[in-house]
Nanobody
């Protein structure tokens, strides 16, 4: 079972990136998916989540209106579109899969599967 996060890189402030979370050995449509990030010296923080069907999403206040989470269950992949990136968005970004109830899926400890992280650096 593996989650593979990809799509990170170096981008200038105001730029965009799209992260992908692909699964092998795991049928993502059976799981709620969350994106979290961890900056150096900080704890892992919730960014965005999406239900199994994709019918509901939620975001941290710091990214609302700039980031969009979406899923293509047919491709076993979840995406995080990040627009208008800011230097404070610099972090390792992780995707996770959970079977917990939606109201608790902002909590990192509710996730049983994690990708390895992809680095996003926003700098001029």
């Amino acid at each position: 079972v593996q989650l593979q996060a990809s799509g990170g890189g170096l981008v200038q402030p105001g730029g965009s990136l799209r992260l992908s979370c692909a699964a092998s050995g795991l049928t993502l449509e059976q799981y709620g998916i969350g994106w979290f990030r961890q900056a150096p010296g900080k704890e892992r923080e919730f960014i965005a989540k999406i239900t199994r069907s994709g019918s509901a999403t939620d975001y941290a206040g710091s990214v609302k209106g700039r980031f969009t989470i979406a899923r293509e269950n047919a491709k076993n992949t979840v995406y995080l579109q990040m627009n208008n990136l800011k230097p404070e968005d610099t972090a390792l970004y992780y995707c996770g899969a959970t079977t917990t109830i939606y109201s608790r899926s902002s909590e990192a400890e509710q996730y049983g599967y994690w990708g390895q992280g992809t680095l996003v650096t926003v700098s001029s």
